[in-house]
DNA sequence: TGATTGTTCTG
DNA sequence: AGAACAATC
């Protein structure tokens, strides 16, 4: 008998329930198992750059499952409902007891996983799922009375007092397995098979899993403290650069939770300030995976608060195209984006500059934004994601009330105080004060050849807040 | 996890 | 004039 383990989004073998699971003795041979859905991906929205590092990832997750004698099934499926055939035809060559998954929360995921789940209970196959992608599952953290917690404050409340101040350990990697468990139906399948060509490894982000470990416990044993004050600030690289790792599932957040408690004086809060504010940056990432379950409107590009479905957004694509290319004549929106396509990450506080001018200054959907990032970024996560647009558009569970409309310069100077950040992806600008860096003059503006401004920034923020008071108010 | 505007207080 | 504050968006 075989048991499987399918690696979905978790690729890594340390603390990986599923897969500890499915080593739990040496009493049946143990197969890895994972689909790439490339057609699905992208119908999804992720865009090229994502797609490879998944694929650098699952050639990485081959390397070290073959250190542990675990063969890894690699099958190229196109769309999920392909993957269930080819699924089909696994269960058919092999003599499979058991599946052994981490859950995915989205809405297609699930419901390809009912699908798998009917699938295996018709060749007599038991399933076991565990939750890998929230400390506390979600569902777990409801208030007095029973509901799912729509606000991030008693929620953190709430998760914290459930927690009790203790973080369980992470579970690393299981035992190898020996070679001569495997059986004669699992090497013949897998000979049968050749491997995922190997991608081309982005110099940015490492998918392997020791370098991410490494990362961890650097950031925590020093840039943590700093986090608190250097967070916000663009230029000082003062965040953790995790998000990637934790959105591939190469490192879990149990390993990153557990770590920074452990440096925390095992406390979960009330310790040391970098500490607590990125532990709570953590929760924030378990509110919306909780959130997205709770409220499947949110998989169906739904707005949280319905009544902002009637605001009037323009959907100018030509502005938008601006945007996206970083064309907006705001120094550091344009700055961010530019980091957007260059890195395929940026920084938090830039996110909410861009999602906010994009949403407010250009009134354009905040669906229109959520895609192109999720398309752009190495770290896309739908729940983050979503979460982080909705909380900017003012359309969201939590979201900045609609009226709280950052005004981009205010933010530059606040946050790029020299414009360094500025400097590094709009080189045209480095001849410029850093007072003028902020907002260029129209003199200097056609001097150095950068564009004029999109909008006038009082008029743009007097037409959003006409328009979501209409919406809003009416 | 704001910004703006108008008012009062300070020097 | 400029800080400090409150009300409003």
Same mark, same amino acid.
């Given at each position: 008998m075989t048991r499987l383990v399918w690696f979905r989004n978790d690729f890594r073998v340390h603390d990986n329930p599923a897969l500890m699971h499915a080593r739990r003795d040496n009493e049946e041979d143990c197969l890895a198992i994972t689909f790439v859905c490339e057609s699905q991906w992208r119908r999804h929205g992720l865009g090229d750059r994502r797609i490879n590092l998944i694929k650098q990832a699952i050639n990485g997750l081959h390397r070290s499952l073959e250190k542990l004698g675990i063969p890894l099934l690699v099958i190229q499926s196109d769309l999920f409902k392909d993957s269930e055939n080819d699924l089909r035809h696994v269960l058919g060559a092999l003599d499979v007891s058991e599946l052994n998954y981490n859950i995915e929360y989205e809405i297609n995921e699930r419901h390809r996983d009912i699908s798998v789940c009917r699938l295996c209970q018709e060749y007599e196959v038991s399933t076991n799922k565990f939750h890998d992608q929230c400390l506390l599952a979600p569902g777990e953290v409801r208030t007095q009375n029973n509901d799912p917690y729509r606000v991030y404050s008693p929620f953190r409340r709430s998760w914290l007092s459930l927690m009790q101040d203790y973080c369980p350990a992470p579970l690393g990697a299981p035992a190898p397995q020996a070679s001569d468990i495997i059986s004669a139906a699992v090497s013949d399948l897998i000979n049968d098979r050749h491997a995922l060509p190997e991608s081309v490894s982005d110099p940015l982000w490492s998918t392997d899993e020791n370098t991410a470990h490494q990362r961890l416990s650097e950031f925590l044993d020093s840039d943590v403290l700093r986090y608190h004050d250097l967070r916000d600030l663009p230029d000082a690289e003062g965040t953790s650069r995790l998000s990637f790792h934790l959105a591939l599932g190469i490192l879990s957040p149990r390993q990153c939770i557990h770590t920074a408690w452990q440096r925390n004086n095992?406390?979960?809060? !009330? !310790?040391?300030q970098g500490i607590d504010t990125w532990i709570n940056e953590l929760i924030w990432r378990e509110f919306y995976r909780h959130l997205l379950v709770a409220y499947p409107q949110l998989c169906k590009h739904k707005a949280f608060k319905p009544e902002t479905e009637g605001v009037p957004w323009r959907n100018n694509k030509s502005d938008f195209d601006r945007w996206c290319r970083g064309e907006t004549g705001y120094p550091i929106v344009d700055a961010a984006m530019k980091q957007l396509l260059d890195q395929g990450w940026m920084h938090n506080r830039l996110r909410m500059i861009t999602a906010m001018f994009l949403t407010k200054h250009l009134l354009i959907d905040w669906r229109w934004g959520e895609a192109w990032f999720f398309e752009q970024l190495v770290d896309a996560d739908l729940a983050s994601n979503n979460g982080g647009w909705q909380w900017s558009a003012s359309t969201g569970a939590d979201g900045a009330p609609y009226f709280r409309i950052f005004n981009p310069t205010t933010q530059s100077e606040k946050f790029d105080k020299q414009g360094l950040f500025i400097s590094r992806y709009l080189p045209e600008l480095a001849k410029l004060s850093a007072k003028s860096k902020h907002f260029p003059s129209a003199g200097e503006r056609s001097l150095y050849g950068y564009c004029d401004p999109i909008v006038e920034h009082k008029s743009a923020r007097e037409r959003a807040l006409t328009a979501f008071k209409q919406t809003l108010e009416a």
């Amino acid at each position: 008998m075989t048991r499987l383990v399918w690696f979905r989004n978790d690729f890594r073998v340390h603390d990986n329930p599923a897969l500890m699971h499915a080593r739990r003795d040496n009493e049946e041979d143990c197969l890895a198992i994972t689909f790439v859905c490339e057609s699905q991906w992208r119908r999804h929205g992720l865009g090229d750059r994502r797609i490879n590092l998944i694929k650098q990832a699952i050639n990485g997750l081959h390397r070290s499952l073959e250190k542990l004698g675990i063969p890894l099934l690699v099958i190229q499926s196109d769309l999920f409902k392909d993957s269930e055939n080819d699924l089909r035809h696994v269960l058919g060559a092999l003599d499979v007891s058991e599946l052994n998954y981490n859950i995915e929360y989205e809405i297609n995921e699930r419901h390809r996983d009912i699908s798998v789940c009917r699938l295996c209970q018709e060749y007599e196959v038991s399933t076991n799922k565990f939750h890998d992608q929230c400390l506390l599952a979600p569902g777990e953290v409801r208030t007095q009375n029973n509901d799912p917690y729509r606000v991030y404050s008693p929620f953190r409340r709430s998760w914290l007092s459930l927690m009790q101040d203790y973080c369980p350990a992470p579970l690393g990697a299981p035992a190898p397995q020996a070679s001569d468990i495997i059986s004669a139906a699992v090497s013949d399948l897998i000979n049968d098979r050749h491997a995922l060509p190997e991608s081309v490894s982005d110099p940015l982000w490492s998918t392997d899993e020791n370098t991410a470990h490494q990362r961890l416990s650097e950031f925590l044993d020093s840039d943590v403290l700093r986090y608190h004050d250097l967070r916000d600030l663009p230029d000082a690289e003062g965040t953790s650069r995790l998000s990637f790792h934790l959105a591939l599932g190469i490192l879990s957040p149990r390993q990153c939770i557990h770590t920074a408690w452990q440096r925390n004086n095992c406390m979960l809060s !009330g !310790g040391e300030q970098g500490i607590d504010t990125w532990i709570n940056e953590l929760i924030w990432r378990e509110f919306y995976r909780h959130l997205l379950v709770a409220y499947p409107q949110l998989c169906k590009h739904k707005a949280f608060k319905p009544e902002t479905e009637g605001v009037p957004w323009r959907n100018n694509k030509s502005d938008f195209d601006r945007w996206c290319r970083g064309e907006t004549g705001y120094p550091i929106v344009d700055a961010a984006m530019k980091q957007l396509l260059d890195q395929g990450w940026m920084h938090n506080r830039l996110r909410m500059i861009t999602a906010m001018f994009l949403t407010k200054h250009l009134l354009i959907d905040w669906r229109w934004g959520e895609a192109w990032f999720f398309e752009q970024l190495v770290d896309a996560d739908l729940a983050s994601n979503n979460g982080g647009w909705q909380w900017s558009a003012s359309t969201g569970a939590d979201g900045a009330p609609y009226f709280r409309i950052f005004n981009p310069t205010t933010q530059s100077e606040k946050f790029d105080k020299q414009g360094l950040f500025i400097s590094r992806y709009l080189p045209e600008l480095a001849k410029l004060s850093a007072k003028s860096k902020h907002f260029p003059s129209a003199g200097e503006r056609s001097l150095y050849g950068y564009c004029d401004p999109i909008v006038e920034h009082k008029s743009a923020r007097e037409r959003a807040l006409t328009a979501f008071k209409q919406t809003l108010e009416a």
